[in-house]
């Protein structure tokens, strides 16, 4: 299996950690970044690496046995897909946390940006080597976006948030860098901000993008979503920046399709860009049958090459319980045989 045969099946990053690792409902909490750190783990800090890395050999296994080709760690150390990057940056104050607005609406504490942006040592790079070290399929990592990261911080610093987000977006650049020298397949930055605050990701979005991850030597992933099924649960009609993307320098662009039942059209706004389409909805308890999600594929199939999709559920699997992520991840993959066999006639 290479990363670019025909619908290669995929996870947009994270998978459920065990109730034994995470208490599950500090997850989505507005506690400052390091209280939560403190109170979401389960496991004593002597033996807490031993148990995210085993932890991650679980999530790695679930999706080998679910039939995912590309496969992550499941993001199980960390404690949100965004907060472990963005706290380990120099010129960020954890201890003193800030206020910035959530897309809900919600303000939450977050970093505080004040002084030079500086990524003092890898962050995930031995997350990297510990998936590739445990698997024989292809693997991507995941980062957060520039564009998001800086929407995710409150900025004593710069005095404008574009130039927070370029100063970010070099932190990203030197991570990207390290992780595709480290064995990386595919780098997935995600950004779902781009959704939540349209007019400034026209501003500056794209620069910021490009300036983390332009020509560097590897498959670089853009996510974009409207949010974690279960903590924003208003999808709206279309994206108000996609288009957009078909110009940023990501050779694939991961988005969300089957909870918003969008219409499948909307892949010609990325008609130069390979696409990580998510066809399995994540709000429903319910898991899709293979068939449900085939006709989506063979929908998806009138408006893109299948060589140029790979399919994937609609964002992370984090708050899914893991018996429900693990069958939506096996429906979606059968779904994907199914078309396949269908393409080869
Ligand atoms: N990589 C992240 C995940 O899979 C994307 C989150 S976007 C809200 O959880």
Known sequence: MAVDDALVTTVVGSYPQPDWLVNREMLGSRLPPRVRAQEIWRIPEEFLAEAQDDATIIAIRDMERAGIEIVTDGEIRRESYSNRFATALDGMDVENPGTAIDRTGHPNPVPRAVGPIHRVRP??????????????????????????????????????????????AEAVRAE???????????????????????????????????????????????????????????????????????????????????????????????????????????????????????????????????????????????????ARAFAKLQAMTEAARIVRAELAG
């Open 176 to 322: 990207v860098t390290d992780l595709f020298a480290a064995g990386a397949d595919i780098v997935q930055l995600d950004e779902p901000y781009l959704q939540a605050r349209p007019e400034a990701a026209r501003e500056y979005a794209i620069e910021a993008i490009n300036r983390a991850v332009e020509g560097l030597p590897g498959t670089i992933a853009l996510h974009t979503c409207f949010g974690y099924a279960a903590i924003v649960h208003e999808r709206p009609p279309g994206y108000s920046f996609l288009a957009e993307l078909n110009d940023c320098a990501a050779d694939l662009i991961a988005i969300e399709t089957a909870q918003p039942g969008l219409d499948l059209s909307i892949l010609g706004q990325l008609s130069d860009k390979g696409v990580i389409l998510g066809v399995v909805d994540l709000s429903d308890p319910a898991v899709e049958t293979p068939g449900t999600i085939a006709a989506r594929i063979r929908e998806a199939l009138r408006y893109h090459a299948p060589d140029k999709l790979q399919i994937a559920p609609d964002c992370g699997m984090k708050y899914l319980p893991r």
């Open 123 to 168: 962050v995930g790079v031995e997350d990297l080597e510990f998936l590739r070290r445990n698997t024989d399929r292809p693997v991507k990592i995941t980062l957060p976006g520039p564009f998001t990261m800086a929407q995710q911080a409150q900025d004593d610093f710069f005095g404008d948030r574009r130039s927070l987000a370029l100063a970010l």
